[in-house]
């Protein structure tokens, strides 16, 4: 008797029943819907339109569910010091022969990687305090790793504290290699900022605090700490350098906090944005975002930056205005058709605002080593 075709034969038989052409047109197809579903989620913090984000791939949901969409902020925070060392012509290997630069990686993937264990780790305390629930701006522009029913508390728990060894791993390598305990320095007073941010018993975000924690972690301290892996070395003026993408970063917190005041204000989380009003802070995020311009364009002519960045901050602002002029203006009643974040209005805005400035930074930065400027 005959036995009836395993799954695997079921397959090749009908992969290759197709003509080679179509087999062909059907693998582009597939690797178009790839791209298209990680920029969406890469770039709108979403499935793609008419898309089930649980039938995404794997790495898709992941990266969807740990909001990888706002790692963009790290890569720089981290990444200045790594290149502004390089400009520099810092970056030096330890007395024991340890590469500068690959110490210096460590602490840039450390910083990533520690900022998507706080992502989740935020979400898993906000979900146990009660506010990332349906009709909290959380639970509802993007899936929640819990809310959403994607994990149990118990296995998030699990995922945050693996994330966060890894970043502690790569963290305590470039501490040891180096033999510099102000890079644990730096590191712990990272970790107590970021997770106080929501946790107790600091609840920055609740003190009306949260802001300034930004402020601090995503300038000098992940700026200033990739440096010091990189060159065993660290002074004022590499933390002054560090500001200008800190004030972008708060500029962004803002523009979030903007859009979930009266949820916060509701269920008395007193952020900074709640403290100030609605007004003061849609005025507050447009001085953050200016000062970040001005000072990128500024440290390029005084040299502390290449001067090539200062244009490039020039054209970077002019093309950040129509993003701007969003951030000033109060949130519409409803979102445009096909909007995908909402309830979140003004924190795509203040992140698109930023974004030239990202490329300023990065461009310049490199420009300037490459042509020695």
């Known amino acids: 008797m005959a036995q009836p075709p395993c799954a695997l034969t079921s397959f090749l038989r009908a992969n290759h029943s197709l003509p080679p052409k179509a087999r062909s047109t059907e693998t582009r197809q597939n690797r178009g819907m790839a791209l298209k579903t990680y920029a969406s989620v890469l770039l709108r913090q979403s499935a793609p339109a008419g898309v089930d984000w649980k039938s995404m791939p794997r790495?898709?949901?992941?990266?969807?569910?740990?909001?990888?969409?706002?790692?963009?902020l790290t890569v720089v925070g981290s990444g200045q010091g790594l290149l502004y060392a390089w400009w520099k012509g810092s970056i030096s290997d330890t007395s024991a022969g340890v590469s500068g630069l690959l110490l210096g990686l460590a602490a840039f993937v450390g910083a990533n990687l520690a900022h998507a264990?706080?992502?989740?780790?935020?979400?898993?305390?906000?979900?146990?305090d009660g506010l990332d629930r349906p009709g909290y701006p959380r639970a509802d522009y993007s899936p929640h790793p819990i809310a959403s029913g994607a994990m149990s508390s118990r296995t998030l728990f699990l995922t945050i504290a693996i994330i966060t060894g890894l970043a502690a791993l790569l963290g305590g390598f470039a501490m040891v290699m180096r033999s510099e305990p102000l890079l644990g320095v730096f590191a712990v007073a990272g970790l107590i900022?970021?997770?106080?941010?929501?946790?107790?018993?600091l609840r920055l975000k609740r003190r009306g605090l949260g802001e300034l924690s930004v402020l601090l972690v995503w300038g000098p301290l992940m700026g200033g700490g990739t440096y010091l892996a990189a060159?065993?070395?660290i002074d004022g003026t590499v933390l002054l350098a560090t500001l200008p993408w800190g004030a972008i970063a708060t500029a962004v917190l803002f523009g979030k906090h903007l859009d979930k005041i009266e949820a916060d204000s509701s269920r008395g989380v007193g952020t900074f944005?709640?403290?100030?009003?609605?007004?003061?802070?849609?005025?507050?995020?447009?001085?953050?975002?200016?000062?970040?311009?001005?000072?990128?364009?500024?440290?390029g002519l005084l040299g502390i930056f290449p001067w090539?960045?200062?244009?490039?901050?020039?054209?970077?602002?002019?093309?950040?205005?129509?993003?701007?002029k969003i951030v000033a203006a109060p949130r519409?009643?409803?979102?445009?058709?096909?909007?995908?974040l909402w309830p979140l209005w003004h924190v795509g805005a203040a992140f698109l605002a930023?974004?030239?400035a990202m490329g300023a930074l990065f461009v310049g930065l490199i420009l300037g080593t490459l042509l020695g400027v």
Do not use: C, K, Q
């Open 332 to 340: 519409p009643s409803a979102p445009p058709a096909g909007y995908p």
């Open 308 to 324: 090539i960045v200062a244009p490039l901050a020039g054209l970077g602002a002019l093309s950040a205005l129509p993003a701007m």
């Open 354 to 356: 930023g974004r030239p």
């Open 193 to 201: 900022l970021s997770w106080g941010y929501t946790d107790p018993p």
């Open 59 to 72: 790495l898709a949901r992941a990266l969807l569910l740990a909001r990888a969409s706002v790692l963009p």
């Open 231 to 233: 060159t065993g070395t």
């Open 273 to 299: 944005v709640v403290r100030i009003g609605e007004r003061r802070a849609r005025a507050g995020t447009l001085l953050l975002l200016s000062v970040g311009y001005i000072s990128v364009a500024l440290f």
């Open 117 to 128: 264990a706080n992502n989740l780790a935020n979400d898993w305390r906000d979900y146990h």
